[in-house]
Every structure is written in C-alpha cells, then in structure tokens.
C-alpha cells in the first residue's frame, strides 16, 4: 500500500524560500518516477520536477534553476527546494509515484498512480 504525505507548505513573499517534504512508504520497486506535481483551481495538475530511479530529473522550465527535486539516501523521503518564488508558484503541490512512466511522459500527471493530499504553498 503506497502512502504519500506532503509538508513543508506556507506563506511566502515573493523571491523567498521554502523546502517541501514528502514521506513515501510502502512500494519496492526497484524502478520508479517520483514527482511533485501542482494545481491551482480551475486549472489542470502540472508537473514541476520528476527524479526517476536512476536519479535523472526533469523540471518544467519555469522553475529551471530555481527548484530543486532530490531524494534521500534511504529512499523514503523526496523534497522539494523552491527558491526565488514568484506569483505564479502559488498552488496546492502533490507529490506522486508510479512504477511505469512512459518515456517522455515523466511530467505528465495522469502517468502517476500514486498521490498524497497535498501541501499548500502560497506566494503573497
């Protein structure tokens, strides 16, 4: 049974920092995708950085450069460090896992079978 559980949300000013957590227990893959992934109301979820079990990862490229995906070395917690925020990085983040993503499709949503309830971060 995965269990995903997200923390880390909050309130920031625009061009500050937070560090988003996610707990992630009960899978034994041995190959897998992490993401986090975000949704505003009335948009559909967006993918924002994937580390897969090799350790690759892929950002969208407004956060290039200025987020961060890593995992820890257990494999039980994934993170993400978020810098310079702005704005539009307001939203309800998720973090989500599968098995199987198909090639290319590491940023897309509904490739993930797996998410938490999410953690609400809000730039203001």
């Known amino acids: 049974h995965v269990q995903l559980v997200e923390s880390g949300g909050g309130l920031v000013q625009p061009g500050g920092s937070l560090n988003l957590s996610c707990t992630t227990s009960?899978?034994?893959?041995?190959?897998?995708?992490l993401g986090w992934f975000r949704q505003v109301p009335g948009k559909e979820r967006e993918g924002v950085a994937i580390?897969?079990?090799?350790?690759?990862?892929r950002y969208i490229d407004s956060v290039k450069g200025r987020f961060t995906i890593s995992q820890d070395s257990a494999k039980a917690w994934l993170y993400l460090r978020m810098d310079s925020l702005a704005l539009e990085d307001t939203a309800m983040y998720y973090c989500?896992?599968?098995?199987?993503?198909?090639?290319?499709?590491?940023?897309?949503?509904?490739?993930?079978?797996?998410r938490g309830q999410g953690t609400q971060v809000t730039v203001s």
């Open positions: 989500a896992a599968d098995s199987v993503v198909l090639p290319g499709r590491e940023l897309e949503a509904s490739e993930y079978s797996y």
């Open positions: 009960g899978y034994t893959w041995s190959a897998y995708c």
């Open positions: 580390v897969d079990s090799d350790g690759t990862t």
